[in-house]
């Protein structure tokens, strides 16, 4: 149980376009789902937080114009890079949780390349 | 500030040689600490939840054990197939954020 995907797995694109990002709870409803960004060597940064519904909630210096979150039912968000430059590039996360758990089950991850 | 400070960053070990990860945490109000594995271009996964001081989980061959400073992950007789990124998060009890280390690279040598 508690499986999530994400899609796509790897992407690339030129300067300036938009890329979406799809994160699905395959066995679980999840109210809430996060959106993390990972550099290499690094650890995991909160982008926002999305519930079921509602606006996302973005973390300090995260613009939420650039990265708009959609968490349009109890198994699917969205994260949609607009406008995506050579430094967006990198491993975007996404994680969901249950209504009455704590923890987070992350998916897969996707690989942003920006040329 | 909530802060999660991980040691060592890497750790090299030969396979059957014990030994523990350390994450150490400093936080308002501790609601848990989580322990993930992470291999190369994957995302997390989940490992353990501790929630108080004192308190210890165990996986094949892993085990978590928590203070109100710091969690230990131990693990026993490890073997290649253990070596990834292990990471260490706290989630506050006022924001409910998960807070992550920078995490340990553990490398087992067969």
């Known amino acids: 149980g508690a499986v999530v995907s994400q899609h796509p797995s790897r992407v690339i694109c030129k300067s300036g376009t938009s890329v979406k990002i799809e994160c699905r709870s395959l066995?679980?409803?999840?109210?809430?789902m996060f959106w993390y960004r990972q550099f290499p060597k690094q650890s995991l940064m909160l982008m926002a937080t999305?519930?079921?519904?509602?606006?996302?909630?973005?973390e300090q210096g995260v613009e939420k114009d650039k990265f708009l979150i959609n968490h349009a039912s109890l198994t699917l968000s969205t994260l949609t890079v607009t406008s995506a430059h050579p430094e967006d590039s990198s491993f975007y996360i996404c994680?969901?949780?249950?209504?009455?758990?704590?923890?987070?089950?992350f998916g897969p991850g996707t690989r942003l390349t920006v040329l | 500030e909530d802060q999660v400070t991980q040691s060592p960053e890497a750790l090299r070990l030969q396979e059957g040689e014990s030994s523990s990860l350390n994450c150490s945490y400093t936080?308002?109000?501790?609601?848990?600490l989580f322990w993930y594995r992470q291999d190369p271009g994957k995302g997390p996964e989940f490992l353990f939840t501790?929630?108080?001081a004192g308190e210890e989980k165990e996986k094949e061959r892993l085990k978590a054990t928590l203070t109100k400073k710091e969690s230990f992950l131990h693990i026993t007789a490890p073997k290649p197939e253990d070596s990834a990124t292990y990471l260490c998060?706290?989630?506050?009890?006022?924001?409910?954020?998960?807070?992550f280390g920078q995490g340990t690279t553990l490398q087992v040598k067969p």
């Open positions: 994680s969901a949780r249950y209504l009455t758990g704590d923890e987070q089950f």
């Open positions: 066995d679980f409803q999840a109210t809430t």
């Open positions: 999305s519930n079921e519904g509602s606006k996302a909630t973005y």
């Open positions: 936080v308002s109000g501790l609601r848990g």
């Open positions: 501790l929630y108080s």
């Open positions: 998060a706290v989630q506050a009890v006022d924001t409910g954020k998960l807070i």
